[in-house]
């Protein structure tokens, strides 16, 4: 849906050169993140998908810059590069924001909502033969580990929203 949405919007709007790049951001981000990361803080995000929502987050910078792959092979043009000229983030850090909003979200619910209780029980069995071994526990953790936030202390800066949200922030 998010490329739909992008491929409807590409020639009005993100090829044109008289629309500036700051209003490209802002179309992007509110608009084609949003449909693309829809429900992200809750999927269990291995690898792959990672690389599928990476994948589709550097066509896009390319067609926003209006730049395509012969250009990037020729002029040495990375998407770091085109991420720094359209003052975007990585689609890992809005995917680990997502996950630390809502994570933070739930953790401050009452410990009777079932949203806090699907986040915070373990089970004790292990895992079935054939399970996936990637969980949504590991993904979150992975998530603290880019935010640089210990993974044993977490609960303890959620409580305080101001400092949670800080750190949210510096993500980069």
């Known amino acids: 849906l998010a490329g739909n949405a992008f491929g409807a ?3 009005c709007l993100f090829r044109s050169t008289k629309i500036s790049f700051e209003a490209k951001k802002f179309v ?11 429900g992200a803080e809750s999927w269990c995000l291995t690898e792959n998908i990672f690389r599928q ?12 810059c209006r730049v395509n792959r012969f250009h990037t092979w020729l002029h040495h043009i990375s998407t770091m590069d085109l991420q720094t000229r359209m003052q975007l983030l990585s689609i890992d850090a809005y995917v680990t924001k ?21 986040l915070s029980y373990w089970v004790r069995e ?17 998530a603290l580990k880019k935010a ?6 977490w609960t303890d800066l959620v409580a305080d929203r101001v400092v949670w949200r800080d750190i949210i922030k510096k993500l980069i």
């Open 9 to 11: 919007l590409r020639s």
């Open 28 to 38: 992007f981000e509110g608009l084609i993140l949003s449909i693309l990361l829809y």
């Open 53 to 64: 929502l990476r994948l589709f987050h550097a066509r896009s910078l390319r067609g926003m």
């Open 98 to 118: 997502k996950q630390l909003q809502w994570a933070g979200h739930v953790w401050r619910m009452g410990p009777d909502r079932l949203p806090r209780k699907m």
């Open 126 to 142: 292990h895992r079935p033969i054939g399970c996936p071994e990637f969980t949504y526990g590991r993904g979150f953790y992975k």
């Open 148 to 153: 640089v936030v210990d993974r044993k202390n």
